[in-house]
């Protein structure tokens, strides 16, 4: 089955601090991937997403490449700041299963962002 | 657009207790979803529903019942609460033929079953 896994957190950083949050999948078919983040009493919110191979997704500074030949999809931000501070979901939906296909989440990494 | 909304943002019940937990979307959304979130597990998949009249099982659906009368509407009903049950539930949704697309979420319900 899909499948999710995140480094573990907590991730704590100095603002203005290079961010990497690994990501890598198992899926079946050709999945779309996606960056979900969810900021203290909120709910998820999409912050990336590619859906093919070597699309890389962007948003708000934060960067992501589909790697299909290391089934990989890395978050990264070359400068944090305090307000980045959240926790960081990567996922997964395939085409598989057609119109009901369904996210697969990773367990989340928390980043600390600290002046 | 209010989006997906939950309701209540929070809620305690005693053991054996029932309760239904509610979710709208004004986005006209075919597909809708339930999934609960707990530390150190990501978020889990209850029940969806691509369609009014439509609904299925998730990764997690044992103690959830759900239906879908109405494209609007996806409630959550726990028909005897359990400790076991205490998370966060998200509702979520997009439509059905944007499938490997992104989701919307709504804020949460945090429940605690003592």
């Known amino acids: 089955g899909n499948s999710v896994t995140q480094m573990e957190g907590p991730v704590t950083l100095s603002e203005e601090a290079f961010l990497t949050i690994n990501c890598t999948y198992t899926?079946?078919?050709?999945?779309?991937l996606f960056w979900y983040v969810q900021y203290p009493g909120e709910g998820l919110q999409l912050l990336l997403k590619?859906?093919?191979?070597?699309d890389k997704g962007s948003n708000k500074g934060f960067e992501a490449t589909y790697r299909k030949e290391t089934t990989s999809f890395h978050l990264e931000k070359g400068s944090v700041q305090v307000s980045d501070s959240a926790v960081y979901f990567c996922?997964?939906?395939?085409?598989?299963?057609?119109?009901?296909?369904?996210?697969?989440f990773g367990t989340g990494t928390r980043l600390q962002v600290t002046l | 657009n209010a989006g997906v909304t939950q309701t209540p943002k929070f809620q305690v019940l005693k053991t054996g207790q029932s309760m239904t937990l509610q979710c709208a979307q004004d986005?006209?959304?075919?597909?809708m979803s339930w999934y609960r979130q707990d530390p150190g597990m990501g978020l889990r998949l209850i029940h969806y529903?691509?369609?009014?009249?439509?609904?299925d099982q998730g990764e997690v659906p044992n103690g959830y019942n759900v239906s879908r009368s109405t494209t609007e509407d996806f409630p959550l009903r726990l028909l005897s609460a359990a400790p076991s049950q205490t998370s966060v539930y998200f509702c979520?949704?997009?439509?059905?033929?944007?499938?490997?697309?992104?989701?919307?979420f709504g804020p949460g319900t945090r429940l605690t079953v003592l």
């Open positions: 979520a949704s997009r439509p059905v033929g944007l499938a490997g697309g992104r989701q919307f």
């Open positions: 899926a079946t078919g050709y999945p779309s």
């Open positions: 590619a859906t093919k191979a070597d």
């Open positions: 996922a997964l939906s395939d085409l598989y299963t057609g119109t009901a296909s369904k996210l697969t």
């Open positions: 986005m006209n959304h075919e597909y």
């Open positions: 529903s691509v369609g009014a009249g439509i609904t």
